[in-house]
């Protein structure tokens, strides 16, 4: 077993006392998912007490369990790591990790397009050497410190996702990573509800940059209203290394210029003089921008952005971030295209600009299903209701809705777009289910709270056997 934890380091990181030898080759903060090997964390939650789960996953084969007391139900001679508290002693093996890591670090943040631009940059760097990412969205208070802790020693290039919905975390957040270069995508009203103004919003991004040695970069969105704000932040920290992305005459990594298809984008880009031309396998005008994010950051980080490029054409999308399938239609099929997992005004925008590219079969339509975008505060309903031209730009031909936000965006579509609201996503998924016929193509999109992956999972229920998910 690869060794990623010995008992000797883990005490000298947590302070705390062990039980008896082991060896951890993996770190997890969840029974139902830990693999042998792991060193399973007995945290303390709102609804849930780690403590309580020890005994399971040793069971399921875990190395050993740090904890705080005694677990019940676990073995006399358990494999235990002691410590006075356990999301302590997590942030200090995120902190080991840190500290016995050479790899250059990236940290990633922004309003919208986080977790596309971190898998991003995995896969542009780990064909240049050893790389590791934060799984899937771990951006938070427990997601980042867990990352870290999983970080393999010989990892070369280190990316971690930072998320927020209140001032104050990515500050803690980028103590614990310490990033060598910060990524922050673009600044919208997201979360807005938390924040007196979009540039608190900024602010709060900016404090990515307080983990930073001055020796450190910045890769930001020079076509954003805040790139000013965030860089006077970056530079007031000591950071004089700012490389902005995007379209503006003064970009360090500029587009050149790019084609947008239905499946995939041509784009060329100057990083620093450099011209690269590439393909990226996910459409859309904010993987463009993505992707100069992306090369920004392995120019920061002193990679090869001609390979990084190239790594562009092996993407593919996340479940519930733009991932595409086949399902049943009448005596047909539909395609769908699932953006479940999150919505912001912005990535609304971006979801139905794809729509837009994307071609329906034979007597087909385009076909939003859309659900509450949260956490807006006082603007939601407006921010709502703006979506109708983005809507009618891309020719959507039948909107449904749910949640009490987005009837704000029902009642102000025309009538002949309005296709049905409903209350819950269970509600829709059925009446979505019934009014799928062949040649359609249908996105669902909304925040997570609004629970629309309950229309996707509906809809891929129906799916015929022969039609297998693509992409």
Known sequence: MTSLWTVAEAVAA???????????SGVSIDSRSVLPGD????????????????AA?????????????????????????????TMAALEELGRASRRRCAAQIIGVTGSVGKTGTKEALKRALERQGPAFASAGSLNN???????????????????????????????????????????ITTIE?????????????????????VGMEASGAAVLNRDNDYFARLAEAARARGITRI???????????KLIDSHLYATASAVTASVMGEIVDYCIAIPGQHWVMNSLAVLGAVKAAGGDVGIA???????????????????????GSAELIDESYNASPASMRAALAVLATMIPGKGGRRIAVLGDMLELGDDAERLHAELTQPIIDAGVALVFTVGPNMRALYDALPKRLRGGHAATSAEMAEIVARRLRPGDIATVKGSFGSRMAEVVRRLLAGEPAAAAARG
Do not use: C, Y
């Not at 060193?39 to 020890?54: M, N, S, Y």
């Not at 139900?73 to 410590?83: F, Q």
């Not at 490389?243 to 990594?253: S, W």
């Not at 490029?309 to 005596?331: C, Y």
């Open 39 to 54: 060193l399973f964390i007995a945290l303390a939650g709102p609804k849930f007490d780690g403590h309580d789960f020890v």
């Open 14 to 24: 947590t302070g705390g006392r062990t039980t008896r030898e082991w060896l951890a």
């Open 189 to 209: 009203p997201a979360h807005l509800g938390f924040f007196p103004s979009v540039a608190a919003i900024a602010d709060a991004k900016a404090e990515i940059f």
């Open 309 to 331: 490029a190239a790594a562009m054409s092996s993407l593919q999308p996340l479940d519930g971030r733009g991932r595409r399938h086949r399902i049943g239609a009448g005596e």
């Open 141 to 183: 208070q427990w997601g980042v410190p867990l990352s870290l802790a999983r970080m393999p020693r010989e990892t070369r290039w280190g990316i971690f996702e930072m998320g927020m919905n209140h001032p104050g975390e990515i500050d803690g957040l980028s103590r614990l990573v310490r990033p060598d270069v910060a990524v």
């Open 243 to 253: 490389l902005g992305f995007g379209t503006h005459p003064d970009a360090t990594v």
């Open 57 to 85: 996953a040793l069971a399921k084969g875990a190395a050993a369990a740090l904890v705080a007391r005694m677990p019940p139900g676990a073995d006399a001679n358990a494999p235990l790591l002691l410590v006075a508290d």
